[in-house]
């Protein structure tokens, strides 16, 4: 499966924004896909990850609610909506994929074997 991120820009802090997470091939109903982020100078860190049902979700801890997960299959999409936007979660969000057991997740990012090629998200205050 082949991974392609859209939806990032340059916002105000408090806007929100949508990103998307589009898959080729037909078999993306397999995958858990797991959302991640690095900033300049920093470490590629977690975000979110859905397993391959949707019906389980998981976040990191400073996120405290503002973000949520979620994913259609039928079009073969992933969502990463973010509220609340502040200026430090300015990165370059990446999706991943990882063939996984149903209602499986998984959050490091040495379990996910496909990545898109990220986009961009610039928060100002």
């Known amino acids: 499966v082949q991974l392609v991120e859209s939806g990032g820009g340059s916002v105000q802090a408090g806007a929100s924004l949508r990103l998307s997470c589009a898959a080729s091939?037909?078999?993306?109903?397999?995958?858990?896909v797991g959302w991640f982020r690095q900033a300049p100078g920093k470490e590629r860190e977690f975000v979110a990850a859905i397993s391959r049902s949707g019906g389980v979700t998981t976040y990191a801890d400073f996120l405290k609610g503002r973000f949520t997960i979620s994913r259609d299959n039928a079009k073969n999409t992933v969502y990463l909506q973010m509220n609340s936007l502040k200026p430090e979660d300015t990165a370059v969000y990446y999706c991943?994929?990882?063939?996984?057991?149903?209602?499986?997740?998984?959050?490091?990012?040495?379990?996910?074997?496909?990545w898109g090629q990220g986009t961009q998200v610039t928060v100002s205050s």
């Open positions: 991943a994929a990882s063939p996984r057991p149903y209602n499986d997740i998984v959050v490091r990012t040495y379990d996910y074997d496909r």
């Open positions: 091939g037909r078999t993306f109903s397999n995958y858990a």
